[in-house]
C-alpha cells in the first residue's frame, strides 16, 4: 500500500520557519519526483516545490530564497524547509509523488501551515 505521510505543519509568526516532512513508502519513494503543493482557502492547489530523483529542483517564485526542498533517499523521506515565512504562505500542504514513468501520483493527506502577522 502507497503511504505518504506529512508532519512538521503549525502555527508561526511571520518571519518565523517550520520544516515539513513527508514519509513515502520505500516501493514508490525511489522511482518517483516528489513534490510539495498548497492550498489556500478559495484558491487552487499550487505546486511549492519539487525535486527529482538526480536533486534537480525546481519552486514557485513566490518561494524562491526562502524554502528549500530535500530529499533523504535512505530514509524515503522528503523536506520542505520553510524560512522567513509570510501570511500568504498560510495553506494545507500536500506531499505529492509522481513516478517517472507512466502516469500515477498519489498525494499525502496534508498538513496545516498558518502564518500569523
Known amino acids: 500500500q502507497v503511504q505518504l505521510v506529512e508532519s512538521g505543519g503549525g502555527l508561526v509568526q511571520a518571519g518565523g520557519s517550520l520544516r515539513l516532512s513527508c514519509v513515502v513508502s520505500?516501493?514508490?519513494?525511489?522511482?518517483?519526483?516528489m513534490g510539495w503543493y498548497r492550498q489556500a482557502p478559495g484558491k487552487q492547489r499550487e505546486l511549492v516545490a519539487r525535486?527529482?530523483?538526480?536533486?534537480?529542483?525546481l519552486y514557485a517564485d513566490s518561494v524562491k530564497g526562502r524554502f528549500t526542498i530535500s530529499r533523504d533517499n535512505a530514509k524515503n523521506t522528503v523536506f520542505l524547509q520553510m524560512n522567513n515565512l509570510k501570511s500568504e504562505d498560510t495553506a494545507v500542504y500536500y506531499c505529492?509523488?509522481?513516478?517517472?514513468?507512466?502516469?500515477?501520483?498519489?498525494w499525502g493527506q496534508g498538513t496545516q501551515v498558518t502564518v500569523s502577522s
Open positions: 505529492n509523488a509522481r513516478r517517472i514513468v507512466g502516469t500515477i501520483v498519489d
Open positions: 520505500r516501493s514508490i519513494f525511489s522511482v518517483s519526483t
Open positions: 525535486i527529482t530523483i538526480s536533486r534537480d529542483t
